[in-house]
């Protein structure tokens, strides 16, 4: 019978891959999590603050609806955690510093939404649309896949 090699490990240091915690496994690829979370959370950012001659449209009215906007903008400073993953990170140097900078202007419009300043909340989304296309243009500049909505 084999000794666990874990066992083994435990004499000298617990290390991480021994204890209970089971393994962050990747599930679905970059595209999908880009269609189906990144792009509806960042649009809820976006359609915060619009405006149309002049005349803002739409937009959060009620605390209700700036506490939407708010857990919107944390889903989609979370959804950068999903993108640096193992098996995600295309590598170790440009990519952490998109998601970064995602995760940062994503954290701006949740404190934006949170102060229900739409002021603010408009200036947080110039900064992830800035951090989209930041991305997109060092890792897909074929694919062109901006956000559908700029702000
Ligand atoms: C850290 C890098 C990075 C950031 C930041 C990023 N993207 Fe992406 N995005 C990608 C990559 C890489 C792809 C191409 C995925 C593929 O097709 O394999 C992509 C693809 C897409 C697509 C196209 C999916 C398809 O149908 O092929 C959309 C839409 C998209 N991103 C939206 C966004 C929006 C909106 C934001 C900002 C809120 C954003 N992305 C931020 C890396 C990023």
Not at 91 to 109: C, N, V, Y
């Amino acid at each position: 019978m084999n000794t666990h090699p874990c066992a083994i490990a435990g004499l000298i240091i617990v290390t991480s891959a021994c204890s209970n915690v089971p393994e962050l496994q990747p599930i679905a690829t970059v595209e999908q999590i880009m269609e189906t979370t990144v792009e509806p959370v960042a649009n809820a950012v976006f359609d915060a603050a619009v405006w149309e001659n002049g005349v803002q449209v739409g937009g959060p009215k009620t605390a209700d609806d700036w506490k939407r906007v708010q857990a919107n903008a944390l889903m989609l400073a979370e959804t950068t955690n999903l993108l640096l993953m193992t098996g995600r990170a295309k590598d170790q140097s440009g990519w952490p510093i998109r998601t970064q900078a995602l995760r940062d202007a994503a954290m701006e419009a949740a404190k934006a939404a949170e102060a229900e300043n739409t002021q603010a909340i408009f200036d947080a989304g110039t900064h992830v649309y800035q951090a989209c296309t930041g991305c997109h243009l060092q890792y897909i500049p074929n694919l062109n896949a901006p956000p559908p909505r700029p702000p």
